[in-house]
């Protein structure tokens, strides 16, 4: 069973660089099969997709975030990683990573449970 | 705003059926699959539908889903108060090269 984990800084300050983290347990991220995605949901709002990865470093990026989102995987450690840079209150929200069905149907079909990221100084 | 436009709430009493649409454009329902995404309070959205109107394992039956064009909708029978939660829809836009998703639908249970 592939699970998915989000961590990070709970709180960031204006300006500096978000980092997050998503470990995948229970299956392998080197699969053709599959991309790796970050979505985030401001508190009360909707769900915005971020941008994903394929393995081999193939990337989509939202075009209003590109300017300031970098994605990346790491095989080794089974993790892919987020880095959301100049960040700003507006960047207040729960983040979420998901594995993304490629080729076929390319649903989020497994996601992580989010965690929580906050702007402030 | 968001690229696919749904109604931000829906509402019905148990037993009965509702719909929720989802309506997009040529290069985002009219060219890719839809999927629909469960979101219930305080948890992490979950697929509900795939590849326009295929349910996952473990999904009940009362949920079904359908395109046609440029639009989509998701139909629950039999609702039920666990059904009560927020419901999105979501694409590839060609256009875009990105992602994108309904700004969500609540549905109430009365």
């Known amino acids: 069973q592939v699970q998915l984990q989000e961590s990070g800084p709970g709180l960031v300050k204006p300006s500096q660089t978000l980092s997050l983290t998503c470990t995948v347990s229970?299956?392998?991220?080197?699969?053709?099969?599959?991309?790796w995605s970050w979505i985030r949901q401001p508190a009360g709002k909707g769900l915005e997709w971020i941008g994903r990865?394929?393995?081999?470093?193939?990337?989509n990026y939202n075009p209003s975030l590109e300017s300031r989102v970098t994605i990346s995987l790491d095989t080794s450690k089974i993790q892919f990683s987020l880095k959301l840079s100049s960040v700003t209150a507006a960047d207040t929200a729960v983040y979420y990573c998901?594995?993304?069905?490629?080729?076929?149907?390319?649903?989020?079909?497994?996601w992580g449970q989010g965690t929580v990221i906050t702007v402030s100084s | 705003q968001s690229v696919l436009t749904q109604p931000p709430s829906a509402s019905g009493t148990p037993g009965q059926r509702v719909t929720i649409s989802c309506s997009g454009s040529?290069?985002?329902?009219?060219?890719?699959?839809v999927n629909w995404y469960q979101q219930l309070p305080g948890t992490a959205p979950k697929l509900l539908i795939y590849?326009?109107?295929q349910r996952p394992s473990g999904v009940p039956d009362r949920f079904s889903a359908s395109k046609s064009g440029t639009s989509a909708s998701l139909a629950i029978s039999g609702l039920q108060s666990e059904d009560e939660a927020d419901y999105y829809c979501?694409?590839?836009?060609?256009?875009?090269?990105?992602?994108?998703f309904g700004g969500g639908t609540k549905l109430t249970v009365l």
């Open positions: 979501a694409a590839w836009d060609d256009s875009l090269s990105g992602r994108v």
């Open positions: 040529s290069s985002d329902i009219g060219s890719n699959t």
């Open positions: 590849n326009n109107n």
């Open positions: 229970g299956g392998s991220i080197s699969s053709d099969t599959y991309y």
């Open positions: 990865t394929s393995p081999h470093g193939y990337t």
């Open positions: 998901a594995r993304n069905r490629a080729f076929t149907d390319d649903a989020l079909d497994i």
